[in-house]
């Protein structure tokens, strides 16, 4: 059967089961556009800019656990696409990006609005595409699918000229992929496997530190099992926040730069350290040379390249998190650690990292804690980068799993709105609220009129203190208060602002209007916007600076002049 080049995309997605796309037309994909008019199965999601589509796109592949799809066009269409795709790079979330180029006989003669996408991207994405033959375009999808979504997931761009949409091909889907050169380990080899359950029964303090590979292999399960099993507390990375329950005895908390005073020591007093799906960042690590000095460490990851890539590790396992766990689980034996659980009690009395401070104005730290109350720890939280989103890992208990999406390698401010955009999308019967900061929301606020329009009930918390936060708390600390250029002297009315949308927008100006604001944003049965307006000064504790260990550790400083 022949079709032309643009069927051929919308029958070669319709057959990796892709539902919703995100996107924006232009010349050069628009061949593929006016097929999709006759593709009704595929709902395509207009947004108003290309990185709220790479960003949307992210958001419903972290939501789902589903490939998420974007399109743009040649250009600066496709250029503006690159922010929302090196922040899945960074995060190991599966997307295929599809974008339009300059017809063929254009290519290399600086064409209008001709880029290399390929090149560009090479550096950002897991794999790219150039397809220059219509009769290509199915196996290039077909691999790019497979790719994106197995192994160490990420993006995968199919960079298509605006000809070759329109040339006529003979139309076969792969039934299977053969990529000699990509072959991922699943499986943990059994001598390894041996090794760290050896370890693991002879540890009088282990940990494990569970990372956002938990999520993307749904290892759950197999995770609690292992901490009940051996009674191990459990730490999680910023990206691992959701893997393992908040109110699980066990869950010690966020470790590193903002995380809790007591997890970061507990670490620095392991014996142990069994690193599961995670890539020790140095947000995690700080000074590596100083990072867990005392332990020995397990680490298990898909990607062999991280392996001893900062840390290195006495047991290194290669293999999906998951299948690994099912294959250690049955050699650990069942152990109690009393003497270590009651040191780890003792931190946390010693370091009470949650502690907010009783006062009349209204915190940002408050309303978090209040966000979780009247959701019942069991919301969708997404969230920009910066103070607020430090706050939100640290005071919102999450009940549900994956529940908590963020930028966390590439930390990407904007990343708040249309990530929650695309988590909406791709789970409708969840309650998805965005923790925005002001700064972050500003860059990225023209897709409220998508959600308007789509009629997506998200939720919006902005944090609004007039700063670039994070940067004037460095600023404060480091720079003697010398703040330039982080003061936001023009921000908009942001209920207004909301309104202008044909969204709901409530202002909170004071600590007793909190709780009634989320309860009524909650009542409502479309999008809105809370402007809380909070304290303009208010730091981000525990701290560690850049670059330090937990010597240098910074607490709260009411914490601090307690203890001492």
């Known amino acids: 059967m022949k079709l032309t080049g643009g ?14 796309v995100f996107g924006i037309p232009g010349g050069a994909i628009l061949p593929l556009y006016q097929t999709m008019s006759s593709y009704p199965q595929i709902r395509h999601i207009l947004t108003r800019h290309e990185e709220g589509a790479s960003m949307a796109a992210d958001g419903y592949a972290r939501a789902t656990g589903k490939v998420g799809v974007c399109m743009a066009t040649s250009g600066p269409g496709a250029t503006n696409l690159v922010t929302g795709i090196a922040t899945a790079q960074m995060d190991s979330v599966p997307m295929v990006i599809i974008t339009g180029q300059v017809a063929r006989e254009g290519i290399g003669k600086d064409a209008f609005q001709e880029v290399d996408m390929t090149g560009i991207t090479l550096p950002v994405t897991k794999h790219n595409y150039l397809v220059m033959r219509a009769e290509d375009i199915a196996t290039a999808i077909k691999e790019a699918f497979y790719i994106a979504n197995t192994g160490r997931p990420g993006p995968v761009l199919v960079d298509i000229p605006k000809d070759v949409f329109t040339e006529e091909a003979e139309f076969v889907y792969p039934e299977t992929v053969d990529l000699p050169g990509y072959k991922p380990v699943l499986d943990g080899h059994p001598t390894q496997i041996r090794k760290a359950a050896q370890l693991i029964n002879e540890a009088k303090k282990p940990l494990i530190l569970a990372g956002h590979g938990v999520i993307i292999s749904r290892a759950y399960d197999e995770l609690v099992e292992l901490a009940e099993k051996a009674q191990i507390p459990v730490i999680t990375t910023l990206l691992g926040r959701s893997a393992f329950p908040d109110a699980h005895v066990l869950f010690v908390g966020m470790p590193g730069m903002h995380g809790l005073a007591y997890a970061s020591l507990a670490i620095d007093e392991a014996d142990l350290v069994i690193a599961l799906g995670m890539r020790f960042d140095d947000r995690i690590t700080g000074k590596v040379s100083g990072f867990a000095q005392n332990a020995k460490v397990i680490h298990v990851d898909i990607d062999p390249a991280e392996i001893d890539k900062n840390v290195h590790a006495d047991v290194p396992i290669v293999g999906d998190l998951a299948r690994v766990l099912r294959q250690l689980n049955p050699s650990v034996e069942p152990t109690t650690h009393p003497e270590w659980l009651r040191r780890i009690e003792e931190l946390k009395s010693e370091h009470p990292s949650l502690h907010i401070r009783q006062t009349e104005k209204l915190l940002p ?10 959701t019942d720890g069991r919301a969708l939280i997404v969230t920009g980068v910066g103070q607020h989103q430090m706050w939100a890992a640290q005071h919102y208990a999450c009940k549900e799993a994956n529940s908590f999406i963020t930028s966390g390698g590439l930390g990407s401010m904007g990343y708040e709105v249309p990530a929650a ?26 897709e409220l009129a998508t959600i308007a329009e789509n009629n997506l ?40 602002l909301a309104e202008a949308f044909g969204i709901r927008g409530i202002r909170v100006t004071e600590r007793s209007q909190s709780v009634d604001a989320i309860r009524e944003a909650m009542a409502h049965p479309g999008p809105v916007v809370v402007d809380f307006v909070v304290e303009e000064e208010e730091n981000v504790y525990p701290m560690i600076p850049a670059g330090q260990t937990t010597a240098e550790l910074m607490e709260e400083p009411l914490v601090e002049e307690a203890r001492s």
């Open 421 to 446: 955009m695309g988590a909406q999308v791709g789970q409708p019967d969840r309650v998805v609220w965005s923790i925005a900061g002001d700064g972050g929301f500003q860059m990225t606020m023209s």
């Open 365 to 374: 730290q408050q309303v978090v804690r209040d966000l979780c109350d009247v």
């Open 7 to 20: 069927q051929i995309v919308c029958e070669s997605l319709l057959r990796e089961g892709v539902d919703v």
């Open 457 to 496: 009930p998200v939720k919006f918390a902005i944090f609004n203190n007039g700063f670039l936060g994070m940067v004037r708390q460095w600023q404060e600390i480091f720079y003697n208060k010398d703040y330039f250029s982080t003061h936001y002297t023009g921000n908009p009315d942001f209920v207004k």
